[in-house]
């Protein structure tokens, strides 16, 4: 039913907008967003201008827009459905930019020139995601390389071969990961942790536990963490939304609760000898709660506070400016 309501909403949305978008660089925490928004935790006003505030300081992108001439104050129906399937993997992120396209464009929420452009009767922006190739750039390691090309053994097709590489490229850098990490053992609950991980993707280099700037000053930490179930029983990581969350950034002073994380429906619960990555941004406060900007100074030592039901650790950051 979801399927079908989306796609009848996707028709009058293109029928509506002019343009519609290329893949878009939305960070995986911005799900549990439009999760609260979508199930009503956070109202429309909140959502649209934590949403606003995110892209004028460039953390989504959203493609060249056309404005409409009027203006309008109502959200339609199928903006805050797809925002709620987006969040529970039904549909894809197209699906939900589209939506941001449109509160743009009827002037529900206002950005500005430089953050979104209007693109005027200038053909559509929407171009079909790029074929991925089955050929895998080489990694640098020729162990890896070697294992990659063996998944192309002429017996698969282009899903599978995508498939068996995604498998090998998952486990090598979860195994180097953990091999350049430290080790926090909180109860059952291993934590490893890596100051100033960077990796390799398509879209580019994408930076982890060390301090960036926005284009207005803004600090963004952008914590990654490699956790691990070493007991013989399920354990909860939990993480509801940014006031109520077992994890924050503490300077031996203050405190700041996080503005998203990719927690899912709020809470990680790792099986018995389950490893898997989580990410918690610090950045802007996005309009969602009382909540403050992060804010960093080099002359002090940052930790991430950990308050589980299962232990407490403060685990040291060691964090470095990058360009």
Not at 112 to 133: F, I, L, R, W
Not at 254 to 270: A, E, M, Q, R
Request: aromatic share 10%; net charge negative.
């Amino acid at each position: 039913m979801k399927i079908l309501l989306a796609g009848i909403a996707s028709v009058l949305l293109l029928s509506a907008v002019a343009t519609s978008v290329d893949a878009a660089n939305v960070p995986d925490w911005v799900k549990n967003n439009a999760g609260w928004w979508a199930q009503d935790q956070i109202d429309d006003s909140a959502f649209v201008s934590g949403v606003q505030y995110m892209i004028e300081q460039g953390i989504i992108d959203v493609p060249s827009t056309t404005r409409s001439s009027g203006t309008s104050d109502t959200i339609p129906s199928w903006v805050k459905n797809n925002a709620g399937w987006w969040a529970d993997g039904t549909l894809t992120e197209n699906d939900f930019v589209n939506g941001l396209q449109y509160l743009i464009k009827m002037g529900i929420m206002q950005v500005s020139a430089s953050a979104v452009s209007d693109d005027g009767a200038s053909k559509s922006q929407y171009q079909a995601a790029p074929q991925e190739t089955s050929t895998p750039k080489s990694s640098g390691n020729a162990d890896i390389d070697e294992m990659l090309a063996a998944c192309d053994d002429g017996e698969k097709n282009k899903r599978e071969i995508r498939d068996c590489q995604g498998a090998i490229k998952a486990e090598y850098k979860l195994k180097t990961y953990m091999n350049n990490g430290t080790k926090h053992q909180l109860g059952n609950v291993a934590y490893y942790y890596v100051s100033d991980w960077q990796e390799e993707t398509r879209k580019g280099v994408k930076q982890f536990n060390n301090i960036a700037y926005t284009a207005t000053g803004q600090a963004l930490l952008n914590v990654q963490l490699l956790v691990q179930n070493t007991g013989t029983g399920n354990e909860t990581l939990m993480c509801t939304s940014p006031s109520i969350c077992n994890y924050s950034v503490w300077d031996g002073g203050h405190k700041w609760v996080n503005s998203g994380s990719d927690f899912t429906s709020g809470n990680v619960i790792l099986k018995p000898g389950q490893t898997r990555f989580v990410n918690i941004l610090w950045g802007p406060a996005i309009g969602y709660g009382s909540y403050e900007n992060f804010e960093y100074d080099p002359n002090k030592d940052y930790y991430l506070r950990i308050a589980e039901p299962f232990g407490k650790l403060d685990l040291p950051l060691n964090l470095v400016v990058v360009p």
